[in-house]
């Protein structure tokens, strides 16, 4: 099994199971290589945040993707190229390679057939904004493709990756301010829809509306027109509701990443309110709330991946790799949702 590892949690050694990429589209380092803190030191350098690696004790299993990792690769160049250009006073800069990037996105997915979301806790990146667009343009393709908008799905990753255009106008200490917005920032942050469409030209209008009502909610508390039940387009209601999900997941100055269980929690507290019903219910349905490739602690002490899914919910089926006093164990699997297991929980969700 190949696992995302964080950069800086990488070990002398680990071997690398795909080839690891620049922005700018250059080989870093070749699938295969074991490597060396030499190596680890220089992608740290150049701001690679996650490798893909060999996890010897799971090679029988396969962490499944929604996109493969030189598209994501290829996607975040494209997001940080926009975003420099818009920093540098650039007023209509090209859509051209985020919109190619998005069509790869949907490819893959077409290819790759989810039937799930299995969808990674984002890594802490050193340009949040760029990560969040990133992840929430993977997850709501993925959403859109399993809700059946199999038509306008480039329409919806666009958007989404679109969705936060206009806080990339945004000076760089009111994005990264460490504290919550005053009035008056709030008030410039919820221009942002707004300030994108003027910037998106001739893009189609699906695209413009995601971008512009990604931030409207079904009862009407949303902005900037306070749109309400059909009023918010149903492409508009799934982005924002993946915006918000991998806004959660992060890490920010003012506060901690949730877990996506209490993410999954909160999101349900929001149907037939903020967002339709019908598309929470399947939101739910398909994002599990431990994916494939989890580290968790368990309430035994042992520690494991999670390695299955079942039809009961945030019971998943653990492959034991550690003893409740840390030391290695011989691997086995054990499924939460059996009735032997029940009253084994998952207390916490451990960061690779």
């Keep these: 099994m190949l696992r995302l590892i964080r950069t800086e949690r990488l070990s002398k050694g680990a071997e690398v199971g795909e080839n690891v990429y620049a922005l700018n589209g250059n080989l870093l380092v070749a699938r295969g290589t074991l490597l060396t803190e030499k190596q680890i030191a220089h992608l ?13 004790r799971l090679q029988d299993l396969v962490e499944p993707a929604l996109i493969h990792l030189s598209t994501k690769t290829r996607t975040e160049s494209a997001l940080t190229a926009l975003f420099n250009r818009l920093q540098n006073g650039d007023s209509r800069p090209s859509m051209s390679a985020l919109q190619e990037a998005a069509q790869q996105m949907v490819a893959d997915i077409q290819e790759l057939q989810p039937s799930f979301i299995n969808f990674p806790y984002p890594q802490n990146s050193a340009h949040y904004l760029i990560s969040h667009a990133l992840h929430t343009g993977i997850l709501a393709a993925g959403l859109g493709y399993l809700s059946g908008f199999h038509q306008h799905l480039p329409d919806i990753t666009l958007g989404a990756l679109l969705s936060d255009l206009g806080l990339m106008l945004l000076p760089r200490d009111l994005l990264d301010k460490p504290a919550p917005l005053d009035e ?7 221009q942002h829809p707004s300030a994108a469409v003027k910037l998106l030209g001739s893009t189609g209008a699906y695209v413009k509306t995601i971008v512009y009502q990604h931030h409207e909610r079904a009862d009407g508390s949303g902005y900037p027109q306070h749109l309400s039940g059909q009023n918010v387009h149903p492409y508009a209601g799934l982005v924002g509701l993946a915006d918000i999900y991998v806004a959660l997941l992060a890490d920010r100055p003012y506060r901690t990443a949730i877990l996506p269980h209490s993410v999954l929690e909160l999101v349900m507290s929001m149907a037939g309110w903020e967002f339709d019903r019908t598309l929470v219910q399947n939101f739910i349905r398909v994002l599990p709330p431990y994916p494939i490739g989890t580290l968790v602690h368990l309430s035994t002490g042992a520690t494991g991946v999670v390695v299955g899914l079942a039809d009961a919910i945030g019971r998943p089926t653990v492959r034991i790799l550690t003893d409740a006093g840390g030391m290695d164990v011989e691997p086995r699997d054990i499924s939460l949702a059996e009735k032997e297991n029940q009253t084994i929980m998952i207390d916490k969700v451990l960061l690779d």
Excluded at 44 to 56: I, K, M
Excluded at 184 to 190: D, I, P, T
């Design 44 to 56: 740290l350098d150049l701001g690679v945040p996650e490798v893909s690696v060999v996890a010897n």
């Design 184 to 190: 008056a920032e709030r008030a410039r942050v919820g």
